[in-house]
């Protein structure tokens, strides 16, 4: 119990068969093989390492600032949405180490593939998994390669790695710098038999990802993949799902608080939109479609029989406004001409009105003017100066 207590097995989730070893703490094999994943032979009491198929991975690099580890769970997956074919719901985004230029490095893979994996090792304790290609050695201005069967893994940055079909190779090495020096491990590929430029290495492929597992700075299992024992996890799910009941019963009392404050506004909103639009429009019913109703009227105003009421009302509002003790008691508008009721300090003070307006080009007389004891009333007819 002691012995097996300090060794792991490292399953490499590739391809139709899957090798697997029993490693010591000093990363020397105890024992190995290689079986279908669903006729699995590898011991089931000790910790499980996952190395799976880049090919199922995307490394990407996020630029999204630095934030709490909550406000970034949450953040992470749409900012990587942009980068991906599908839905950001449909995939599993975990957060990796920043780069030289502080963009967030990180790895995507589907939900549904993340499921179907952990799937076949329940209810084993998985403990690590992480893609295979980014367990290659990499130096800057190297490109690493590595032959496992009818796939080469591919290296070629800090975050910049993936599974690729060997007729794919060559292309791949065609877009990647002509200078690097290229590291091959594994059976040489006969396409690239005459690439004098490829170092050969006689690592075993499978013993070098052993060997840079430890230095990869990413588990996938994280959120609801989170690593742990089979007890811990049935544990974890017992009190998640509890929890989770308990959320959305609050989640949906405080939806309904929500919605009656929500519909208690837009009562008060619709309220105060009609008595806008009866201060507007005077004698017009609100029938709910404001906009709809003001374009009309608006429509009539412009072209109907108040033709040009609008335009002298623009003109005249601002001169109205700009004079000090001027009352507008009334208005009227008949075949474009424009009747103010007005009340003023004294006569002069309606002539100087009308002066401004002809100062606009408008035609203005002033009629009825009458000195009262509180001031002087008086009629002024505005129309354009083209109009009747």
Excluded at 71 to 85: D, S, T
Excluded at 349 to 362: Q, T, V, Y
């Amino acid at each position: 119990m002691a012995s097996s207590a300090k060794e792991q097995v490292l399953v490499h989730a590739a391809g139709d068969r899957w090798s697997w070893r029993v490693l010591d703490r000093a990363g020397r094999v105890r024992s190995e093989g290689a079986s279908a994943p669903e006729q699995a032979d590898w011991p089931k009491d000790l910790p499980v390492h996952v190395l799976v198929d880049a090919a199922h991975c995307i490394g990407l690099r996020l630029d999204l600032p630095p934030m709490s580890a909550a406000r970034q769970a949450k953040a992470l997956r749409w900012a990587a949405e942009e980068h991906l074919a599908s839905s950001a719901e449909d995939e599993h985004v975990v957060a990796g180490p920043r780069d030289a230029e502080q963009r967030l490095c990180c790895v995507v893979i589907g939900q549904a593939r993340m499921s179907e994996l952990m799937g076949r090792f329940e209810p084993l304790a998985v403990e690590q998994l992480v893609p295979d290609a980014l367990c290659l050695p990499w130096a800057p201005g190297q490109i690493t390669l590595a032959s496992f069967g009818d796939r080469v893994l591919a290296r070629w940055g800090d975050w910049d790695f993936g599974s690729f079909e060997p007729d794919l190779v060559a292309d791949l090495l065609s877009t990647l710098d002509p200078e690097a020096t290229r590291v091959w491990y594994g059976e040489a590929l006969p396409a690239l038999a005459d690439d004098a430029g490829i170092e050969h290495r006689p690592d075993e492929p499978l013993q070098v990802l052993v060997q840079g597992l430890k230095a990869v700075p990413i588990n996938l299992l994280s959120g609801p993949f989170a690593s742990g024992s089979a007890r811990a996890a049935r544990s974890y799910w017992r009190y998640a799902a509890a929890a989770a009941v308990a959320a959305m019963v609050l989640a949906f009392a405080h939806a309904v608080v929500e919605l009656e404050l929500l519909e208690s506004r837009a009562a008060e909103l619709a309220g105060e939109l009609d008595a806008q639009f009866a201060a507007a429009f005077p004698g017009v019913t609100p029938a709910g479609r404001h906009r709809e109703q003001a374009e009309r009227q608006l429509s009539r105003l412009r072209y109907g029989e108040a033709a040009g009421l609008l335009d002298l009302m623009n003109q005249a509002a601002p001169v109205i406004a700009g004079q000090p003790g001027l009352v507008l008691e009334a208005m009227s508008f008949r075949e474009g001409r424009l009747e103010f009721q007005l009340r003023a300090p004294d006569v002069a003070g309606l002539e100087a009105l009308a002066r401004r307006f002809r100062d606009l080009d408008l035609r203005a007389e002033v009629q009825s003017a009458s000195l009262e004891a509180d001031g002087a009333s008086g009629r002024l007819l505005l129309t354009s100066a083209g109009g009747a």
